[in-house]
């Protein structure tokens, strides 16, 4: 049986443990909140983007001369005509044409304006277009090679891989706030991928550590009320 002062310490500790963790608590439930507010579809936006354009089988060669032993190459639409993305064995990605069969150049703007505007199916105007270098892309792409990204009057902002041409994210105003509550979520508001980092470990594990005092508190308490 514990005795009355190793309680009362249990109790202090409780207390302090409380103060300590009440702000991340009240974090975790604000950004948890905010999160489940909406459905997740709405926020990524998938009534934004375009259904893909169907490819006539007929129209389609595959590149003879690519040079290497490749991974992987995928058929996918294009504004100016089907084309292959093609992984290499080390991982390096390039584009064919799927109606010549030849190599395709890196996009450049006026091709970029094309891709957005057909992946987009919102009814806002492109506004910018504007390319970025090597991990020079804002957050929200989550890119390290580069990307172009266009920018619509609705707040929607598309990312294009510079080297395939491929939309690789869309990117509204609720996903920016939800990737910012995430962030906090997390307690990694910079780069908002590391789940595992020191302060919500430590958190987590002064959080069970009040629960549990807490717990016991409880449960001592009940066995003094029916004594009396």
């Known amino acids: 049986m514990l005795r009355p ?23 975790w439930a604000v950004t948890g ?6 459905p997740i579809e709405q926020v990524r936006g998938d009534h934004l983007r375009a259904p893909a354009a169907a490819i006539d089988p007929a129209q389609v ?7 290497e032993p490749i991974r992987e190459a995928r058929l996918v639409p294009h504004p100016d005509g089907p ?45 910018a277009v504007a390319y970025f270098p090597p991990g020079e892309a804002p957050i929200e792409a989550r890119a390290t090679g580069a990307v172009w990204q266009a920018r619509f009057a609705d707040g929607v902002n598309l990312y294009i891989d510079d080297a395939t041409g491929e939309v690789l994210f869309l990117r509204t ?47 001592r308490r009940r066995k003094a009320r029916v004594r009396a």
């Open 173 to 219: 105003g609720q996903w920016r706030l939800y990737d910012l509550m995430w962030g906090l979520h997390i307690m990694d508001p910079q780069t908002r991928e590391d789940t595992q980092n020191p302060f919500v470990i430590v958190f987590a594990i002064v959080t069970l550590l009040g629960a549990s005092l807490g717990t016991i508190l409880l449960f």
């Open 33 to 38: 909140l905010v999160m489940v507010a909406r």
């Open 61 to 67: 060669a595959f590149p003879a001369n690519i040079g």
């Open 83 to 127: 084309q292959w993305i093609v992984t290499a064995a080390d991982g390096a990605r390039w584009r064919y044409s799927a109606v010549h069969g030849t190599a395709t150049p890196p996009v450049v703007k006026d091709e970029a304006e094309r891709i957005a505007r057909a992946a987009y199916a919102g009814d806002s105007a492109l506004e």
């Open 5 to 27: 002062r190793l309680m009362q310490r249990f109790a202090r500790w409780h207390i302090w443990l409380g103060w300590i963790v009440a702000l991340p608590i009240l974090m």
